[in-house]
């Protein structure tokens, strides 16, 4: 089936859900198309997880002719007890700054190292 991503193997510390909240914070009017080829999702993941998030309130969209138009919620609290009171804010801010390494980054993919 041509336009299906690659099936990923493993676990990965960034959920497909925070995936997906991150390419709308990078592009508020998105396609689902360019969300799901962005994230390397199907389609059909995408249109089911910014269906969650819009039920859950982290997420709404207007639409705008054919056009989706979506707002982010940034001072919604993250789900799990774990990250109790960190925002989505948070959450985007860390991703964004991933992102924006990445897109600078060298193609060898070397990039500075965390401090604690």
């Known amino acids: 089936m041509d336009g299906v991503p690659e099936p990923h193997t493993g676990w990965t510390f960034v959920t ?10 990078d592009n ?22 910014i269906s969650d998030l819009e039920q ?6 207007t639409r705008e002719g054919r056009t989706n138009t979506y707002r982010i919620d940034p ?20 991703l964004v700054q991933d992102e924006a390494v990445r897109s600078t980054s060298s193609p060898g993919g070397t990039r500075p190292h965390a401090t604690a």
């Open 16 to 25: 497909n859900h925070a995936r997906v909240l991150a390419a709308i914070a």
């Open 75 to 94: 001072s919604k609290v993250l789900r799990h007890p774990a990250e109790a009171g960190l925002t989505v804010a948070s959450l985007l801010s860390l």
């Open 28 to 49: 508020h009017t998105a396609r689902i198309r360019d969300i799901a080829a962005h994230c390397r999702l199907t389609e059909r993941a995408v249109q089911k997880i």
């Open 56 to 61: 859950a309130g982290y997420l709404s969209h």
